[in-house]
């Protein structure tokens, strides 16, 4: 629709997705919406902020996979400098881990990428009105799945140790002992059920709490 139809007041919208095919696919069917406008688009997580900062969106839809910055760690950021902005999370990957770590970054609502737009659309419009949207099939796997068993710390050791990293190099990122390094590996693998660093690493992941 020609901008000069829009209504006056236009939800206007951050888009965050590193794929450039789908983010211009996502940025020219939301654009056909009536009431909504593509402020913003970005491919990097670390993006994300500076870029509300200036176009400040009324909602951003963020991948959770993002360079730079995950889309996670990106909507607490936007929850504390940029206050006023509704975030939904919209990805590929359906975790019940992503969604419990969406929530407690702060985000309004989390969807998964193989719905039609138009429930996109409605999503935005109803997390604007101060609801939170969740695709039903996961929130439901969430419940049955419960909490991560990890801490703060396990997870940090397991992403840092993501890429094959020695213990330590992992002691040197994370400004740890090495000692103190091999306990929490040996807490987490324990905790994932798994025999090594990276079953641990991988069986975290898909469950969503990396």
């Known amino acids: ?7 006056a007041k236009c939800v206007r919208v951050l888009l965050a997705e590193d794929q450039g095919m789908m983010r211009g696919a996502l940025a020219l069917l939301l654009g056909l919406e009536a009431d909504m406008e593509v402020v913003a688009q970005v491919a990097r997580g670390d993006a994300i902020v500076d870029a509300a900062l200036t176009s400040r969106p009324d909602v951003a839809l963020l991948d959770i996979e993002l360079p730079g910055r995950s889309g996670l760690d990106a909507a607490a950021d936007l929850r504390d400098e940029v206050p006023d902005c509704r ?3 919209l990805t590929t990957f359906g975790r019940p881990g992503y ?4 929530m407690e970054a702060g985000a309004a609502g989390f969807l998964v ?10 999503a935005i419009r109803r997390v604007l009105t101060g609801e939170t949207v969740i695709d039903p099939a996961l929130a439901a796997a969430a419940l049955s799945a419960g909490p991560s068993p990890l801490t ?9 140790a993501v ?40 069986a975290a992941r898909q469950q969503g709490w990396l």
């Open 1 to 7: 629709m020609p901008q000069d139809h829009r209504p």
């Open 87 to 89: 975030v939904l999370i």
């Open 99 to 102: 969604l419990r770590r969406a």
């Open 113 to 122: 990428k193989d719905g039609p737009v138009e429930e996109l659309a409605v």
């Open 152 to 160: 703060a710390r396990e997870r940090d050791v397991l992403n840092a």
């Open 163 to 202: 890429d094959g990293a020695t213990v330590s190099d992992i002691a040197a990122a994370l400004h740890l002992s090495e000692s103190t390094v091999r306990n929490y590996l040996s807490s987490a693998i324990g905790k994932t059920g798994t025999r090594n660093r990276m079953e641990a690493v991988r």
